[in-house]
Structure formats: structure tokens, C-alpha cells
């Protein structure tokens, strides 16, 4: 009779694991399938060393002149380039509010996008950061970073109120243009007139001889932007040129690759 118990049991115990392991199944194909959730713009806290690695940035590109970082968020890359000598400034508007604001904001956006990471960690390429607890660590120091540079440069045009369409800058003033995650990755919230008339205003700010590098070329769906060609088209009707670069920071599905305009 115990033996039969027993048994019992443990094909009970097989089918509720079997169970979970099928939700679980589940919830990993629907998330996959819908890719990154996201309601708004996040606020995007990155390193000068994750700024290298998806542009592809090399010491010569950023000796060329102004560097200028477009929504910018909470991310240490503007502050490290010019520790390093460079010129740099960042714009975001996000801006216009308090520092506290901003750095409340970030921390809340932390929070909230490490628990989704988490909970599709599965689909990501984790040969960079290592974990998501490394993950987190990272955005947490570089908006630490960020953080102490605006305070100690608060008097300065550094961090600049603005936003995409139209950026409060002169013409031809920056010889290097990055905008990251924000472009394309929000292809759902912001139509292919926003990036046309985004696009158009980042070469206007831009240098003749310059460049700009947008990555990368999904949308939060992990889909590629559907008008991409039809941009490029507008890009060079406009005198621009321009090139698919390969990005050296794994991590996103399909975002192996950034836009790069030459002028």
C-alpha cells in the first residue's frame, strides 16, 4: 500500500513540474515573441565603455572635435569623454527637471528594467555583462558617475535641455553625433515621420565631414525598423552617406549592427 502511495506522489510531483515547466515555456515563447516591454522612454544609464563597444568607437573619433551624446538619459559616457580630455555634451529632456528628478527617475528605471530583464534573461546574449546582477551594477555606477559630474559642472552648457525633432544647437557644430537607444528602438511609440524629421535634424547640427551613429536597428519588439531603407533613401537625397557598422556589444537580439551617416 506504501509502495502505491509513493507512487502515487511521485507521479503527481512529475506532473506539476511538468506543469511549470510548460508555463515557463509558455511565458518564454509570449516574451520572446513581444521582445522587451516598455511603456514610455526609458531613462538610459550607460558607461563610456558600453558607448565604445556599440559604436564602435575608436580614440580618433572622438579627437575630431565636439562630440555631442542625444538622449543622453542618465548615461556617464559625456562625463568620461571629457574626463578624458574630449569634448563632449548631452542632451536629453529630461534636462529641464531637477537633478533629483532625474536621478529618481533613474533609479526607478533600474529597478523596474532589471526585474523584466530577469524574467527573460534567456534571450539574451550575457558574454559581455556577464549576469544581471552585473548588468544592474553597471547602470547603477554609471548614473552614480553621471550624477556627480552634473553637480560638479552644474554652471556649465554641458547637459542641454532638448529634444528630438528639433535640438536647441547651431548648424554644423558636431563632428561626432551618437544617439542611443532611443531611435529606432521605439519604433512603435514614434512613426517614420519622427525619424525622417529626427534624422534631418541631427545632419543639420552635424559638421560637414562629420558623422552620426544610431544604434541600434530594432524596435523594443526585437524587429528591424521597417523603413530603414526608405531613410536611407531620404539620407541621401539630403548629401548624406551611409554605412551599417558592426557593434561589438552583444546583449540585445539582432542588434548586431548601428547606423552610421557620413556628411
Known sequence: MAAVINTTLQEEAIA??????MRRAEESARMSKQGYEQMGVAMTCRSYEEYL???DLQQEDLAKGEILDVAAGGSSFTAEVNERGFSATAVDPRYGAGIEQWISEAAEEIETSTAKIAKIQVHFDWSYYGSVENHRAGREASIERFKADVLRNENKQIYI?????ELPFKENRFSLILCSHFMFLYANQFGHEFHSQAVLE???ICKPGGQIRIYPLIS????????????????????????????????????????????
Open 16 to 21: 506539476v513540474t511538468r506543469k511549470v515547466e
Open 161 to 165: 535641455d532638448g529634444k528630438l525633432p
Open 220 to 263: 523594443l519588439n526585437w524587429e528591424p525598423y521597417s523603413e530603414l531603407d526608405n531613410l536611407i533613401a531620404m539620407i541621401a537625397a539630403n548629401g548624406g552617406r551611409t554605412e551599417l557598422g558592426e557593434s561589438n556589444l552583444p546583449f540585445i537580439p539582432g542588434s548586431s549592427q548601428y547606423l552610421k551617416i557620413l556628411l
Open 53 to 55: 563597444r556599440m559604436f
Open 202 to 204: 541631427l545632419m543639420r
